[in-house]
């Protein structure tokens, strides 16, 4: 079963916000999922990176992304949290995914289950508000890295046809894929949606090549990937287990500290989630911790 389809009017207005965004950073034509991180920040966008290992019953994380937003003090500040013990290639749609709340800024907070970036493979479906707005916000997401209007350029240009309804070689499709994913880096399997949610494919291309394992190294697919660019198909797999945050709340951090808001072991604490010290980032204490704390 198919996700719901959202309307064609919201559908619409999706693609139009994707647009007029798009357009400040390349247009339409052009792969931006290398430059998502930094196209969050220059927006002020707070990025914190951290593998949470926590899985469901299937291995997959419990949670892809969270978004907040904080007024507190009468300045706003914006928040993601990104789990890094996903595939890389999920963690750019997670982080498409909760733009798409920091623009049409619905709610202060949100949190995305691992299963609203693949409802199929979980079996399962949300219902109600949340449901809609995360149905809303993938399909942003898979439109910011993927406009429907490049997508259909490309399977014009590459079989000159409006669809490929009568195209019933399924390796040929999965090395159409592969090039797409290798290029733009959107996952295996929201490629497949896309092309069947723009009636690119038939349900039944659409079955068949949603059975496909992406991650299966020995697999159909991952075989034709790597053989067109298995370094890439490499990094789009990995999990990276990033332990990082953005520049603008490491200082803040840091002020909170010279302003006597947290104490030497809070900062040392904090600093020490992400790998760092407080000497790296040019704090000496005055006193300094004692040795059994430093080693601790």
């Not at 706003?76 to 750019?92: E, K």
């Not at 982080?95 to 619905?106: C, D, K, W």
């Not at 493979?121 to 949300?126: D, F, H, I, R, V």
């Not at 034709?224 to 990995?238: G, H, Q």
Request: charge should be negative.
């Amino acid at each position: 079963m198919f996700e719901v389809p959202l309307s064609a009017s919201k559908q619409g207005q999706i693609e139009q916000l994707v647009a007029d965004k798009r357009s400040a950073i390349g247009g339409q034509e052009l792969p931006i999922a290398n430059n998502l991180l930094p196209y969050l920040e220059n927006l002020g966008i707070h990025i914190v990176q951290a593998p949470v290992s926590q899985s469901n019953a299937g291995g997959t994380p419990s949670f892809s992304a969270l978004y907040y937003c904080d007024s507190t003090g009468g300045t706003t500040h914006h928040y993601i949290g990104l789990n890094s013990a996903d595939y890389f290639d999920r963690q750019l749609f997670a982080l498409a995914h909760e733009l798409y709340h920091f623009f049409t800024a619905s709610q202060t907070s949100h949190f995305s289950p691992y299963i609203l970036l693949d409802m199929r493979e979980k079996g399962k479906e949300l219902s109600g508000e949340q449901a809609i707005a995360d149905r809303e916000a993938n399909y942003f997401a898979a439109e910011f890295l993927l406009p429907s209007t490049t997508l259909h350029h490309l399977v014009q240009k590459q079989f000159d046809k409006e669809n490929l309804f009568i195209e019933q070689d399924i390796p040929t499709l999965l090395r159409f894929i592969a090039r797409i994913h290798l290029s733009w880096w959107l996952p295996y399997r929201s490629i497949v949606r896309r092309l069947y949610e723009k009636k690119l494919i038939n349900e039944d291309q659409y079955n068949n090549l949603y059975k496909e394992d992406p991650r299966n190294g020995e697999g159909q697919y991952s075989l034709i990937a790597k053989a067109f660019d298995p370094d890439t198909y490499a990094k789009l797999n990995c999990m990276t287990k990033t332990k990082t945050i953005d520049n603008g709340s490491l200082e803040c951090i840091l002020s909170n500290y010279t302003a006597g808001l947290i104490d030497e072991q809070e900062l040392t604490d904090t600093l020490l989630l992400f790998g760092k010290t407080p000497q790296e980032l040019g704090i000496n204490f005055s006193e300094g911790l004692d040795d059994t704390e430093d080693d601790e």
